[in-house]
Nanobody, 124 residues
Framework: QVQLVESGGGLVQAGGSLRLSCAAS????????MGWFRQAPGKERELVAA????????SYADSAKGRFTISRDNAKNMVSLQMSSLKPEDTAVYFC???WGVGVRNTLSSYNYWGQGTQVTVAS
């Protein structure tokens, strides 16, 4: 069992930056692939970025490439999403998720545990 708690969301102006954090608890949290998803009102939840259990492999949605960076600190059981050059279309609730297995997982159905989400609002 893995428990996930996100933090760091908020209101930011377009072009600004935010850093989201996800605290994972559980005996084997460091053995899970991790991902950040987002869901805007009226839209489906979508993958933003994913990272392998070791942190050596990452994957990004096209919308996130060059602007977002996912990282993890297994010693602290933390996963972060550094977001820069934010746009109004990045406005959404952002969720942290954990997937059984050590690799990168790029599909929503691959994830087994979810946080409660944190709101990110980008003002134009």
């Amino acid at each position: 069992q893995v428990q996930l708690v996100e933090s760091g969301g908020g209101l930011v102006q377009a072009g600004g930056s935010l850093r989201l954090s996800c605290a994972a608890s559980g005996r084997t949290a460091a053995s899970y692939g991790m991902g950040w998803f987002r869901q805007a009102p009226g839209k489906e939840r979508e993958l933003v970025a994913a990272i392998s259990s070791s942190g050596r492999t990452t994957s990004y949605a096209d919308s996130a490439k060059g602007r977002f960076t996912i990282s993890r600190d297994n010693a602290k059981n933390m996963v972060s999403l550094q977001m820069s050059s934010l746009k109004p279309e990045d406005t959404a609730v952002y969720f942290c998720a954990a997937a059984w297995g050590v690799g990168v997982r790029n599909t929503l159905s691959s994830y087994n545990y979810w946080g409660q989400g944190t709101q990110v609002t980008v003002a134009s």
